[in-house]
């Protein structure tokens, strides 16, 4: 049974940090690509980074720069370095892979930036 299990939100300044992580179980993780997505307040869900199983990484031109991706094959987690915060980076931001055509998704996890 796969789970993905995100942690590390709250609610921060701008300008502050924050990590995330995405534990994944009942996975080959090594093996997977892994992604973070973000649902602003009235938007859609959007592509914030992504890390092939190899290591590449890409990202969305409004987080380039100021967000790593990054994973750890031993713990079977990816995370999601997120530095000089803006209001606009507030949203529920969601680990995902993708398995033999099949998506899933955590639960999510609350960023919110105050201004």
């Known amino acids: 049974q796969v789970q993905l299990v995100e942690s590390g939100g709250g609610l921060v300044q701008a300008g502050r940090s924050l990590r995330l992580a995405c534990s994944a179980s009942?996975?080959?993780?090594?093996?997977?690509?892994m992604y973070w997505y973000r649902q602003g307040p009235g938007k859609q869900r959007e592509l914030v980074a992504g890390?092939?199983?190899?290591?590449?990484?890409n990202y969305a031109d409004s987080v380039k720069g100021r967000f790593t991706i990054s994973r750890d094959n031993a713990k079977n987690t990816v995370y999601l370095q997120m530095n000089s915060l803006k209001p606009e980076d507030t949203a529920v931001y969601y680990c995902?892979?993708?398995?033999?055509?099949?998506?899933?998704w955590g639960q999510g996890t609350q960023v919110t930036v105050s201004s």
């Open positions: 995902t892979t993708r398995i033999n055509g099949a998506d899933y």
């Open positions: 009942g996975v080959i993780f090594r093996s997977l690509s």
């Open positions: 890390i092939s199983s190899g290591g590449t990484r």
